[in-house]
């Protein structure tokens, strides 16, 4: 197990199922995760947390991802917080969009847990880099990505 990047993962999904294994995965990986089940409690977490990157499903019940990120990039207190896109639909101009509405990456369900952890991992030290919390030697995107894996190429899926 990588020792702790002191960064914060906000996941914000309505299936129970990718909260464990994505939560469990970027745990093992040395973040801190916080869990959300809807848009409404990601938007308080992210406020009283201020994690350092957020992944959000697309497709939830009540306040949908879309939302959620327009709210985010909008206020001032979370605007610059990278943001990580999940959904199990979506085609090119819906990931045009996101991206143009202030999305870090998009990642089409079913993804595979490495690809999510490099994404996170990316958006982590810019995040950090760019807020004046460089990461250590230790804590490079390179090293979270070499570090033995149980992983067994699992897809994470809703």
Do not use: F, W
């Amino acid at each position: 197990m990588s020792e702790g990047t002191n960064a914060t993962i906000l996941l914000v999904d309505d299936e129970e199922t990718i909260l464990k294994m994505a939560g469990q995965r970027l745990r093992h990986a040395g973040y801190r995760v916080l869990t959300a089940a809807n848009g409404t409690m990601g938007l308080v977490l992210a406020k009283a947390e201020h994690p350092d990157v957020i992944v959000l499903d697309v497709n939830m019940p009540s306040m949908n991802g879309h939302i959620v990120l327009q709210t985010l990039k909008s206020d001032r207190q979370t605007q610059d917080i990278p943001v990580i896109m999940l959904t199990a639909a979506g085609g090119e101009t819906d990931v045009t969009n996101t991206i143009a509405s202030g999305a870090t990456c998009y990642l089409h369900k079913p993804y595979q847990s490495k690809e999510l952890l490099e994404e996170v991992s990316m958006a982590v030290e810019r995040h950090q880099i760019t807020h004046g919390r460089a990461p250590s030697a230790e804590q490079t995107p390179e090293s979270i990505m070499e570090e033995p894996s149980t992983d067994s190429g699992e897809e994470l899926s809703a």
